[in-house]
């Protein structure tokens, strides 16, 4: 059904760990031209997933013809962990007929001079299509994803939602507290952007829940770049840039605050 070795283990570890911090199980396409797509939203359906590994993230890629099944991703993910620096990992999908049934393994071979395999069994589950929203971005503003981490993880340390807010001169994050003086601010001025884009003279800003974005920061690790864009009470994009042919972004949606 499908074959292929991953050219950067640590870049594809790093996203499934981050993936595996807001959904149990995920669906999982492939096709022969396309790769490997995930497409998920959290339990809450606060967040949205999509992970695409392309062809070329792959040292060798054979996929004769497209499917589509479930991936427990606690599994998965302890499997991943496992790997060590020098290994290469190699995924194998194939069906199993055990009597009238028919079953769909994962396999996963790390290869060294010592090779390691590990079978999960597929889940036959369904899940309902989920479609990309078409969303109209105020600003758009890269990072160092280090930056923007560290930022969130201050955050934290405050409350439990953020401010977002791009100006002309620069992206601010921000977290207060309501009843005392306790607050937090980071700025990122656009001479420290690789990218910065706005849209008119308003101040472009929402709030978030930072529990959600603690985990969405976490492929940054392995990214080279992220890619944030927001606008006015609709979702934030997080899209983060890997040297691979891989790509990660998170829709998250906003935080309406309570009169």
């Given at each position: 059904?499908?074959?292929?070795?991953?050219?950067?283990?640590?870049?594809?570890?790093?996203?499934?760990?981050?993936?595996?911090?807001?959904?149990?199980?995920?669906?999982?396409?492939?096709?022969?031209?396309?790769?490997?797509?995930?497409?998920?939203?959290?339990?809450?359906?606060?967040?949205?997933?999509?992970f695409k590994v392309q062809?070329?993230?792959?040292?060798?890629?054979?996929?004769?013809?497209?499917?589509?099944?479930?991936?427990?991703?606690?599994?998965?993910?302890?499997?991943?962990?496992?790997?060590?620096?020098?290994?290469?990992?190699?995924?194998?999908?194939?069906?199993?007929?055990?009597?009238?049934?028919?079953?769909?393994?994962?396999?996963?071979?790390?290869?060294?001079?010592?090779?390691?395999?590990?079978?999960?069994?597929?889940?036959?589950?369904?899940?309902?299509?989920?479609?990309?929203?078409?969303?109209?971005?105020?600003?758009?503003?890269?990072?160092?994803?280090?930056?923007?981490?560290?930022?969130?993880?201050?955050?934290?340390?405050?409350?439990?939602?953020?401010?977002?807010?791009?100006t002309d001169e620069a992206?601010?994050?921000?977290?207060?507290?309501?009843?005392?003086?306790?607050?937090?601010?980071?700025?990122?001025?656009?001479?420290?952007?690789?990218?910065?884009?706005?849209?008119?003279?308003?101040?472009?800003?929402?709030?978030?829940?930072?529990?959600?974005?603690?985990?969405?920061?976490?492929?940054?690790?392995?990214?080279?770049?992220?890619?944030?864009?927001?606008?006015?009470?609709?979702?934030?994009?997080?899209e983060y840039k890997f040297?691979?042919?891989?790509?990660?972004?998170?829709?998250?949606?906003?935080?309406?605050?309570?009169?």
């Open positions: 059904m499908f074959k292929g070795t991953i050219k950067d283990l640590k870049v594809f570890r790093g996203c499934i760990e981050g993936i595996s911090e807001l959904t149990d199980e995920v669906p999982v396409k492939v096709d022969p031209k396309e790769g490997l797509r995930i497409l998920a939203m959290d339990p809450a359906h606060v967040a949205l997933i999509d062809p070329d993230a792959f040292k060798d890629y054979s996929c004769k013809e497209g499917f589509n099944t479930t991936l427990d991703m606690e599994k998965f993910k302890s499997r991943l962990q496992s790997a060590k620096k020098t290994e290469e990992l190699s995924l194998h999908i194939y069906s199993l007929q055990e009597g009238k049934k028919e079953k769909h393994i994962i396999e996963l071979t790390f290869l060294e001079e010592i090779k390691r395999k590990f079978k999960i069994e597929l889940i036959e589950d369904s899940f309902d299509e989920i479609k990309v929203p078409d969303l109209d971005f105020k600003a758009v503003v890269e990072i160092n994803p280090q930056v923007f981490s560290d930022a969130i993880e201050d955050a934290l340390l405050v409350q439990d939602h953020v401010y977002i807010k791009v992206l601010i994050i921000s977290a207060k507290s309501k009843d005392i003086e306790d607050n937090m601010e980071t700025t990122i001025y656009k001479e420290a952007c690789t990218k910065f884009e706005k849209k008119g003279k308003k101040d472009v800003i929402s709030m978030f829940a930072t529990e959600y974005l603690q985990d969405i920061v976490k492929p940054g690790e392995v990214a080279d770049s992220v890619i944030i864009s927001i606008g006015d009470t609709i979702p934030i994009k997080v040297s691979q042919a891989i790509s990660l972004i998170y829709l998250l949606a906003p935080r309406i605050e309570s009169e």
